[in-house]
Nanobody
Framework: QVQLVESGGGSVQAGQSLRLSCTPS????????MAWFRQAPGKEREGVAG???????AYGDSVKGRFTISQDNVKNILYLQMNSLKPEDSGIYSC???????????????????WGQGTQVTVSS
């Protein structure tokens, strides 16, 4: 059974850092793209960062220069290092994965058939 399990969320003050992890299991095919999304109450799900199997990365405009996505290529664990956090970064952060090399943009949730349950990030001012 395919699973994506996130960890590392929490409550921090503005300006502080957090690192999220996403551990995949049960995949029988090579993962092509993984990404982090977030959703705040009353807002649409937003693509935060994505990484391809070739290591290419992409970021949402609101997090460029502050967040870094990376991947342990042996264990396939996905990370999101979040620095200089702002209150508007608060939300539920979920990791997503796809194995087919789908044609939709990395930040289109419809690209990803596999999702974790999410981890809460709360940033207070």
């Amino acid at each position: 059974q395919v699973q994506l399990v996130e960890s590392g969320g929490g409550s921090v003050q503005a300006g502080q850092s957090l690192r999220l992890s996403c551990t995949p299991s049960g995949f029988t095919r090579r993962i092509n793209t993984m990404a982090w999304f977030r959703q705040a109450p009353g807002k649409e799900r937003e693509g935060v960062a994505g990484i391809g199997s070739d290591g290419a990365t992409a970021y949402g405009d609101s997090v460029k220069g502050r967040f870094t996505i990376s991947q342990d290529n042996v264990k396939n664990i996905l990370y999101l290092q979040m620095n200089s956090l702002k209150p508007e970064d608060s939300g539920i952060y979920s990791c997503a994965a796809e194995v087919t090399g789908a044609s939709r943009n990395w930040n289109d949730p419809r690209r990803y058939p596999y999702w974790g349950q999410g981890t809460q990030v709360t940033v207070s001012s």
